[in-house]
């Protein structure tokens, strides 16, 4: 088998057998197929697309390049839950604990933020020593005990995805519906849930700006879950504005435990329960929708679910009295209003500019090397809906530099836009796909 007639198989829009691309996978892992014949694979897949039958058999072969998780020592089904990822967007820290107390167990990796704003480690790092590299001893072992753990994404979890991804983001070719599926569900497959609910988010903080593309990658993903013998279901979610008011990650923190506290903003709060009630009948806790539903809400009004939180933090290491006094999480030097220069109904927030303030605060990466800093971001008043008068506050601005802090107010009052008519609220929960 050779990788020059492949390239040309698929050049020419044809079809790629499941013994061709676990051969392509396996010898591009190992190194013996060189960047620039993947990449030139990679631009005729762009542009040719892939079957689901290929996709299915992509995902697989990236999904076994390296260690699969076993998880068959922790009692119980395991259910996972992904995100696309969007601003504002820390629903695994209230919901992991919100699932956990009702009974399923939570066994999930994740990963670090590269973008506008950390990912849920970096999130959960607000927490003073927490950390998620732990051995997967541990992380069997805490999940059979509590309830739930995180752990970081090891290096031989699905390493051709790694290899994959890194190739593709400096060549142009991020942006198809095979490959980002395929990224993203050969690394769940290998991380050993039983189940899997994905939140795929749309609009214009989302990678998929475009509703149809939202619902075809959950598609595809479905597709491949449910193929591979993993319960898998999608919810497609609006992420035209912010997830609830907090952006930047200690104040995403504070904002899911207030949510855990039964104080949280409405639309994270559905958000939160909508997965959590998917996630619970996918492990076989609930039978029905309304059953599961009373089961996360009173998870949140006994307590359960804030003290499975501070159960996790301590188990993993961290200062769980920052559970109940958030005082102790990292806090900016500088907090100052951002005030609204016009008047009228807020018609639009241009979703993906706020997190580029969060990042212009520090609380993003630029790089992977860059460092980020957990105290700073943004606390909206206003969203799309509202009716602002001239001077009013729209947001709160959290910093600890005042050069990024006028950078990012600058930027911030452009990303909204008024209208003098009245705005219906956006739905928030766009489709359910099984």
Same mark, same amino acid.
Request: with cysteine; glycine share 10%.
């Given at each position: ?290 059953? &599961? ?5 009173? %998870?949140?009004? /006994?307590? $359960?679910? @804030?003290? =499975?939180?501070?159960?996790?933090? *301590? &188990? ?5 009295? %920052?559970?109940? /006094?958030? $005082?102790? @999480?990292? =806090?900016?030097?500088?907090?100052? *209003? ?97």
């Amino acid at each position: 088998m050779r990788m020059y007639d492949l390239i040309k198989k698929k050049r020419d829009g044809e079809p790629l057998s499941k013994d061709e691309i676990t051969y392509m996978v396996s010898e591009y892992t190992k190194g013996a197929i060189p960047d620039y014949q993947m990449s030139a694979m990679m631009m005729a897949i762009y542009f040719q697309g892939m079957r689901d039958d290929e996709t299915a058999y992509l995902t697989m072969a990236m999904a076994h390049s390296g260690a699969m998780l076993d998880l068959s020592a922790i009692e119980g089904v395991k259910v996972d839950k992904h995100s696309t990822g969007g601003v504002g967007d820390k629903t695994s820290i209230a919901l992991a604990p919100m699932v956990a107390a009702c009974g399923v167990k939570i066994a999930k990796m994740s990963g670090r933020g590269l973008g506008h704003t950390g990912g849920t480690i970096d999130k959960l790092e607000s927490f003073p020593g927490f950390s998620t590299e732990i051995s997967s001893e541990h992380f069997i072992s805490q999940v059979n005990k509590i309830g739930i753990s995180i752990m970081g994404q090891t290096q031989d979890i699905a390493p051709a995805d790694k290899k994959l991804y890194a190739l593709r983001d400096v060549t142009a070719t991020v942006d198809n519906m095979s490959l980002i599926a395929a990224s993203i569900m050969s690394k769940k497959l290998a991380s050993g849930a039983d189940a899997i609910v994905l939140d795929v988010k749309t609009g214009s903080g989302a990678f998929m700006k475009k509703q149809e593309d939202a619902i075809a990658l959950a598609e595809a993903m479905t597709t491949i879950g449910n193929h591979a013998g993993k319960k898998t279901i999608a919810v497609i979610s609006d992420m035209d504005e912010p997830l609830g008011f907090a952006v930047g990650n200690a104040l995403e923190v504070k904002e899911a435990i207030e949510t855990l506290q039964g104080k949280g903003p409405e639309d994270f709060v559905t958000l939160c329960i909508t997965l959590g009630t998917q996630m619970l009948m996918a492990g076989g806790i609930a039978e029905k929708e309304e059953q &599961a539903e009373d089961m996360l809400k009173k %998870a949140i009004t /006994d307590g $359960s679910a @804030l003290r =499975k939180l501070a159960e996790f933090v *301590e &188990a993993q290491g961290g200062d769980a009295t %920052a559970v109940y /006094d958030v $005082s102790l @999480l990292p =806090k900016a030097s500088i907090v100052e *209003e951002v005030f609204s220069e016009q008047e009228g109904y807020i018609k639009k927030i241009v979703c993906d500019e706020i997190g580029v303030c969060s990042l212009l605060l520090g609380g993003g990466r630029e790089t992977k090397e860059s460092r980020i800093d957990l105290a700073v971001g943004i606390i909206l008043h206003k969203k799309v809906g509202d009716y602002v008068r001239r001077g009013e506050s729209l947001a709160t601005l959290h910093a600890n530099d005042s050069v990024k802090l006028a950078a990012a107010k600058a930027r911030f009052l452009q990303a909204y836009h008024f209208t003098a008519t009245p705005i219906e609220k956006r739905t928030l929960i766009r489709k359910m796909i099984r």
